[in-house]
């Protein structure tokens, strides 16, 4: 037992030595010459060779029938749903209204009470921030909210109840950033699909999130292939596929603890060979702390991209989650290069307001929103519907 | 951006040297520091309120001590007051008098339900039980394949009999399984429900119903370590909903603060039992209040740190870095290489500084730490003759020059290696010959380690032949020691930290290093090192 006391030691004496030596050194800066190599470089993993375990027939490369639509194609102008079951996006918007009135009307209500209230003195203003921080928006961005709002205020010298909500809505719409591309890009360009990848921590929804995506897809008349590329979680794939079969989309899978990027990868070739117009790709959940597992999903698009260029990354932030939120989107970011970001379990008492940091400190925009467990329960992200809802 | 606790109140108290009490305006300037740090940790708001109420409370009343800055000594205040909440008594899992014993899992999609009962199932065979998984998350589409892949990991029999996807009654699975465990003698039955919201209130009287079913003698809450200001109202929605006994908290294995802890426990009253850290069924573990207090306040988390070289490390690697502890030699650039190798292995150098105490001020510099330099480093230590390795000193110009060029670095970098390793040199030799400073003599050491105590004694022995003999009270110590560690062995006594390393002084790290000064380690006093 006291080797491990004597061991910890020296590691901790080994840690402040090397340590010292690297905030040392990058506290000088650069070294000329010496630039730090950006963590994406590994060595270059052979893609396993595409035998695909659900026999599709091989190189009919007929180029998609379908002319590619408009590069954006936020499920905005739904086709004829002509498959059984899911139906279009449109008309998702009203039921986001309903769930985020329901689940966040606390929020405006006290915000706004407080706003109209006679005075606005120290204590209301503090109010104020505190109850953005129970929103999970951040003591940063709440304080800074508040700043701007406090200063309109007093400039115009408003005191009515419309006319503050009204500032208050701006201030917000202003944090939400409203002219970001909030397009999910899902229409394939050429012979190829669209390729999308699926990225998050443990239990934020992934599989879910992706199932109801290709639900979406389909439902506006596209052709899909989905990758379960989750071959470490028990029966990962087996979710998927139960998402896959009820609408009809084959679903690319191996056995469990199978090199993902392999997967990956048959699963954009089947896509390709099939004349798909999107490949979605089910990544396993890890924490972004696992330098491990994040160099793997890095390999993992990478391969992917020897076939195919990914569209889109979207990175699935549960809304009940804090201030880390902010960590896992940057470390993300910084592997995959997340594209966009799908904020999921909004139907619950949670705000989701993590989202207002990451957006301004990566300028990944929202683009999903996921409302509960039923197949059809995610929509596309409107900041002005989020905000009104916010508000009441 | 994220700044630890306690830098913050040292900036605020710089301007404060030599006081001998805190003053009002100090209080309330630390007190929104506090206040800061906490909702970074995603503490819920109302809690922490209540928390600094409690600490300007506390504050005032303190007399200084001479010890602490006032810096500390509130940090001080702040993480006893926090290993209050998060303590309390220690629960132990209440058995039913007539087994099965009826354990059920609760909580939102996506907390870790499945994985957890996996691990807790494996936890308690462990202890001779013979745990029963039961699926009754016939939800979520394939919710129970997951739960059978876990079972058969934990090697645990799992009750299934409906195939789940929206299909069955999860009540009647529930009751069913108390039957069948009845039956088959387990004595424990481990029950994961599906995720729910605590809005949904559809799904709240499912779970009330499962419980009213089979009347559990446990109910736990599983939460996600990672949650934010929600934690309150959730936790209090299932507390209202389906009520709970003891709390679960998992993903602890990221580097989220886990400030929903200190939130739930206070909301509810409720202990946080069993905390999960990590994806394979053994990352569980019993919840350690003090570590989580060092946590929320990021003061960072040597424990965590040698658990996890307990972890990576065997037996005769922990015992080669040990031995160049123990051992009379000088520690050499070749020690160090080979410990830094070993470190490596740790993880990211980035994650295990973050660890280290007292580094939230570098924060930024560590995230832009790549393990590439390390490469380097080593590079510079490979380019040296074995004489330099054995003896830096002889290192000049020329050499440095001659080393520079040839690991293909500059020769600042061989200083700045050098340097750091003088003075890493030097702590180290310090802690071969007086003890280790602030750890007289490391009392109480004794236990299980045979050959890395033979080892220490023998070096001490010849030590004591050597230059420092003549140091009276050494030689006493050492007697002390031995006499201590022969009682111990034969008691084979709980070895304990030595009382120095978190209690009063630490052991003096480079300079560069802590920034002035290393704030207060966690206190490790009372910890004990796991059983082997």
């Not at chain 1, 120290?122 to 701007?148: H, K, M, P």
Request: aromatic fraction near 4%; hydrophobic fraction near 40%; charge should be neutral.
């Amino acid at each position: 037992m006291e080797i491990y006391l004597y061991a910890g030691l020296a590691i901790v004496l080994v840690l402040a030595a090397v340590g010292g030596f690297f905030l040392v050194r990058t506290r000088r800066s650069v070294a000329p010459g010496e630039e730090d190599t950006a963590p994406e470089v590994t060595r270059a993993p052979e893609p396993t060779a595409p035998q695909d375990r659900e026999k599709d027939g091989g190189a009919d490369l007929l180029p998609p029938a379908q002319a590619p639509p408009a590069q954006e194609t936020a499920p905005a102008a739904p086709a004829e749903p002509e498959l059984e079951t899911p139906p279009p996006s449109a008309g998702r918007m009203v039921r986001l209204r309903a769930r985020l009135a329901r689940s966040q009307s606390a929020l405006g209500q006290g915000l706004l009470n407080l706003l109209s209230s006679s005075s606005l003195d120290e204590d209301a203003w503090e109010e104020i921030e505190d109850t953005l921080i129970t929103a999970d928006i951040g003591v940063t961005s709440a304080t800074q909210i508040v700043e701007n709002l406090r200063t309109k205020v007093k400039v115009l010298g408003t005191r009515d109840r419309d006319e503050v909500r009204a500032l208050l809505r701006e201030e917000l719409l202003a944090q939400i950033r409203t002219d970001a591309d909030r397009g999910v890009r899902t229409a394939p360009h050429g012979d190829r699909p669209a390729v999308i990848m699926v990225v998050g921590v443990n239990g934020t929804g992934k599989t879910t999130t992706t199932g109801k995506l290709a639900r979406v897809l389909v439902g506006d008349g596209r052709t899909v292939v989905l990758g379960a590329a989750d071959t470490f979680r028990a029966a990962a794939s087996e979710q998927l596929q139960t998402w896959g079969s009820r609408v009809g989309a084959p679903v690319v899978r191996k056995e469990e603890g199978a090199d993902p990027a392999s997967v990956a990868f048959d699963a954009v070739a089947r896509g390709i060979a099939d004349g798909v117009d999107t490949v979605i790709i089910d990544t396993a959940g890890r924490l972004h702390t696992k330098t491990g597992l994040m160099d793997e999903l890095g390999k993992v698009k990478r391969v992917v991209e020897k076939k195919s260029r990914v569209d889109e990354v979207l990175l699935v932030l549960d809304a009940t989650t804090g201030q880390n939120g902010l960590r896992q989107a940057r470390v993300f970011a910084e592997v995959v290069n997340v594209t966009g970001i799908a904020l999921t379990k909004l139907d619950g008492t949670a705000k989701g307001g993590i989202i207002v940091q990451v957006q301004r400190e990566l300028g990944v925009p929202v683009k999903l929103v996921g409302l509960g467990e039923g197949p059809d329960d995610l929509a596309p992200f409107d900041p002005e519907v989020f905000v009104d809802a916010i508000l009441g | 951006m994220f700044e630890t606790l306690s830098d913050r109140l040292t900036s605020v108290f710089s301007s404060l040297r030599g006081k001998g009490r805190l003053s009002e305006e100090d209080i309330n300037a630390t007190a929104r520091e506090i206040r800061l740090a906490l909702l970074e940790a995603d503490v819920a708001l109302p809690v922490v309120r209540d928390f600094i109420a409690r600490i300007k409370e506390r504050s005032r009343g303190e007399e200084v001590s001479k010890a602490l800055n006032p810096a500390q000594q509130v940090i001080k205040i702040v993480n006893e007051e926090l290993i209050e909440i998060l303590g309390g008594e220690t629960r132990q899992i209440r058995y039913a008098k007539n087994p099965p014993t009826v354990i059920m899992l609760a909580g939102l999609q996506g907390a870790g339900k499945t994985t957890l009962a996996g691990k807790l199932a494996k936890w308690l065979s462990a202890q001779r039980n013979t745990p029963l998984l039961v699926a009754a998350d016939l939800q979520r589409p394939n919710a129970v394949t997951q739960l059978q892949v876990v079972g058969e990991r934990a090697g645990t029999p799992v009750f299934a009999p409906e195939p789940g996807n929206g299909v069955g009654d999860p009540v009647e699975v529930a009751r069913r399984s108390i039957e069948f465990a009845e039956r088959n003698n387990h004595n424990i039955v481990v029950i994961d429900t599906a995720g729910r919201l605590g809005v949904d209130t559809e799904m709240m009287q499912q779970a009330a119903d499962i419980r009213d079913a089979v009347s559990p003698d446990e109910i736990i809450f599983v939460v996600d370590a990672m949650i934010g200001q929600d934690a309150v109202n959730t936790a209090q929605a299932f507390l209202d909903g389906v009520g709970y006994d003891a709390v679960a908290l998992t993903k602890l294995d990221g580097d989220a603060r886990g400030g929903a802890a200190l939130s739930i426990r206070h909301i509810t009253g409720r202990p946080i039992m069993f905390a999960s850290t990590g994806e394979k069924l053994d990352d569980f573990d019993l919840f350690h209040p003090d570590r989580m207090a060092s946590r929320i306040l990021d003061m960072g988390d040597v424990l965590t740190l040698i658990e996890q070289a307990q972890r990576t490390f065997d037996e005769a690697e922990v015992q080669k870095m040990a031995s160049t502890m123990a051992s009379d030699e000088d520690f050499t650039l070749d020690d160090f290489l080979q410990q830094m190798m070993m470190v490596r292995k740790l993880g990211p150098i980035g994650n295990l500084l973050g660890m280290m105490p007292g580094m939230g001020q570098m924060r930024e510099q560590i995230d832009n730490i790549d393990d590439k330099a390390l490469d380097r480093l080593q590079a510079i230590i490979q380019s040296m003759t074995p004489g330099e390795r054995s003896n830096p000193k002889m290192i000049n110009g020329s050499r440095r020059l001659r080393i520079a060029n040839g690991s293909g670095t500059q020769v600042s970098d061989v200083n700045n290696l050098v340097t750091r390793f003088f003075e890493a040199q030097k702590v180290m030799r310090k802690m071969k010959n007086g003890g280790m400073p602030g750890i007289p003599g490391m009392p109480g050491m004794g236990g299980g380690g045979g050959g890395g105590a033979r080892k220490k004694a023998k070096a001490q022995q010849k030590k004591k032949g050597k230059q420092r003999s003549g140091n009276p009270m050494k030689a006493r110590q050492q007697e002390l020691e031995r006499q201590q560690r022969r009682k111990e062995q034969q008691e084979n006594a709980q070895p304990q930290l030595p009382p120095g390393f978190g209690g009063g002084k630490q052991p003096q790290l480079p300079p560069a290093f802590g920034g002035g000064g290393m704030p207060n380690m966690p206190d490790l006093s009372d910890f004990k090192l796991p059983e082997k």
